[in-house]
């Protein structure tokens, strides 16, 4: 059974760093794109990231590009997102997701990220 | 960016009954390969989001066949034949076309 296990959620200052990481169960871990996607409670879904299989090709919302930093380590089966620069307007939930969009689409439970001083 | 726009934002039904749910995206989501690139979930309280449908009108694994998905040019419906209580949560569609992808605003359905 597939199991995503987000962590380093946590609460942090503003300007501060958060590195989340996503510990993916069984061997597929590298067949599949992976995506992280936020959502501050009771509000709806905003897409951060995504990266391909092997970690050639990332792509980033512009509200994060040049302060989060996607990867992935398909040894060690975990998806990773380096948090820089964080705002206020960063704290939510963050998912990890694999294969979004498509017909092994799967969510992690989440992690909460908080950016306040 | 792509925009998705749903309707309604809530929607109460009582067990039993049909429900329908809208989305309309601000351009096509029809892939060269063929594919459209739509996807429903549904967030019931407490979890993660979940896929329902996926590239428009098909049923993800578990999935209930209470459940279809549509799609007339840009815009797109999720259809409950029969509602269940444990229907209840904020259903969501998502455009997997291009980067971003996005989300419409949820709909919450309510028992």
């Known amino acids: 059974e597939v199991q995503l296990v987000e962590s380093g959620g946590g609460q942090v200052q503003p300007g501060g760093s958060l590195r989340l990481s996503c510990a993916a169960s069984?061997?597929?871990?590298?067949?599949?794109?992976m995506h992280w996607v936020r959502q501050v409670p009771g509000k709806g879904l905003v897409w951060v990231s995504r990266?391909?299989?092997?970690?050639?090709?990332?792509d980033y919302a512009d509200s994060v590009k040049g302060r989060f930093t996607i990867s992935r380590d398909n040894a060690k089966n975990t998806l990773y997102l380096q948090m820089n620069s964080l705002r206020a307007e960063d704290t939510a939930l963050y998912f990890c997701i694999r294969d979004l969009s498509g017909k092994d689409d799967y969510w992690g439970q989440g992690t909460l990220v908080t950016v306040s001083s | 960016d792509i925009v998705m726009t749903q309707s309604p934002l809530s929607l109460a039904v009582s067990p039993g009954e049909p429900a329908s749910i809208s989305c309309r995206s601000s351009?096509?989501?029809?892939?060269?390969?063929?594919?459209?690139?739509l996807d429903w979930y549904v967030q019931k309280p407490g979890q993660p989001p979940q896929v329902l449908i996926y590239l428009g009108s098909n049923r993800a694994s578990g999935v209930p066949d209470r459940f279809s998905g549509s799609e007339s040019g840009t815009d797109f419906t999720l259809k409950i034949s029969r509602v269940e209580a444990d229907d209840v949560g904020v259903y969501y569609c998502m455009q997997g076309l291009q980067t971003p992808y996005t989300f419409g605003q949820g709909t919450k359905l309510e028992i």
């Open positions: 351009q096509g989501l029809l892939h060269s390969n063929g594919d459209t690139w």
């Open positions: 990266m391909n299989l092997d970690g050639s090709v990332t």
């Open positions: 069984g061997s597929t871990f590298r067949r599949y794109w």
